[in-house]
DNA sequence: AGCTCGACCTGCACGC
DNA sequence: TGCGTGCAGGTCGAGC
């Protein structure tokens, strides 16, 4: 579940559990996700209590009382479960949970957070594509996975004048370009999808060609206003549910019922007067789902 | 240096 | 029912 929106969502979850929580103990039922955990990842964290929790791109970033940063990336698969009825057994507040002992029977569940307080927070990631890492805060400006993503698409950098410099040279398709986390950090498959349709770009055009020399174009403009709208709209609808749950709660989130062009294929457009089918072409090896009427 | 593509994993939906 | 195929919200790094 892994987009910026989705992630927004799960770091404001586990916030709300997590901040000014304390590590009673860490449970790592394997080795690695798609890394290694960093030697005495378990153990440095018992104890620490959790500061802060954020989202950078897509990853959640918790600051830790001894100074630490505990880095987390859900991958394609990875959900974090919160299991607030504590050691007792019971079944979970979290109804969606078809587990008993709160998930962590689950074979995919790879880390369990119990806090002194006595809730859980479960981490189950059946692909393994995420990832965690402990290091020190001051390593925090230079970390290889952090030091090269781009602008975040909500804050205040992201506008037409950017993305005209940024996409000035680049030979790449405009999907290929939205995806690169270099640029615009936090954009991913569906949401790349989306932004481009509602800016009524071709996926397939190359990036450069809506930039100028002289500054920021209708169309530079446009796309930036749309990846802001997109990603806010899907944030306050608690992100995307696709194959299972999304929030830390058990809530689903409900942006995938306004999708307009994602998972698409063969529907009519939906913007008024076109008369053009929702297409599907691959692009960098992911779906991309596109008008090929009125995206131009 | 810029760009494309395969690799990493499991699960599920589909067609035969 | 069972099996093979293709697909899935990401990204790292090899190779051109």
Do not use: W
Request: hydrophobic share 40%.
């Amino acid at each position: 579940m892994p987009e910026l929106p989705e992630v927004e969502t799960v770091a404001r979850g586990l916030a709300r559990v997590m901040e000014g929580a304390r590590i009673a103990h860490v449970q790592l039922n394997r080795p690695d996700l798609r890394f290694p955990f960093p030697a005495g990842f378990a153990e440095r964290l018992a104890g620490q209590r959790f500061e802060a929790l954020g989202r950078r791109a897509k990853y959640i970033l918790a600051h830790m009382s001894d100074g630490d940063i505990l880095l987390m990336h859900l991958g394609m698969s990875g959900r974090f479960t919160i299991h607030e009825d504590g050691a007792e057994g019971r079944p979970g507040a979290f109804h969606h949970d078809v587990n008993t002992d709160g998930g962590t029977n689950d074979p995919h569940a790879h880390v369990v957070f119990t806090l002194e307080n006595g809730v859980r927070v479960v981490y189950c990631d059946p692909r393994r594509f995420g990832m965690m890492d402990l290091f020190a805060r001051s390593e925090l400006p230079d970390h290889k996975l952090l030091k090269d993503l781009g602008i975040e698409p909500l804050g205040n950098e992201l506008s037409g004048a950017f993305l005209n410099q940024a996409l000035r040279t680049k030979q790449t398709p405009l999907k290929a370009a939205l995806l690169d986390q270099r640029i615009v950090a936090g954009i991913g498959n569906i949401y790349a999808c989306e932004a481009l349709f509602r800016s009524g770009l071709s996926p397939r055009r190359l990036a450069r060609t809506i930039t100028s020399a002289g500054g920021a174009t209708a169309r530079s403009e446009h796309l930036a206003q749309t990846i802001r709208d997109v990603l806010s709209e899907a944030v306050a609808a608690g992100g995307s549910t696709l194959r299972d749950y999304v929030q830390t709660d058990g809530e689903l989130g409900y942006f995938q019922h306004r999708f307009q062009v994602y998972d698409r294929e063969g529907d009519p457009c939906v913007r008024p007067r076109c008369s053009g089918t929702v297409g599907r072409i691959v692009q960098s090896g992911r779906s991309t789902f596109f008008c090929p009427v009125c995206q131009r």
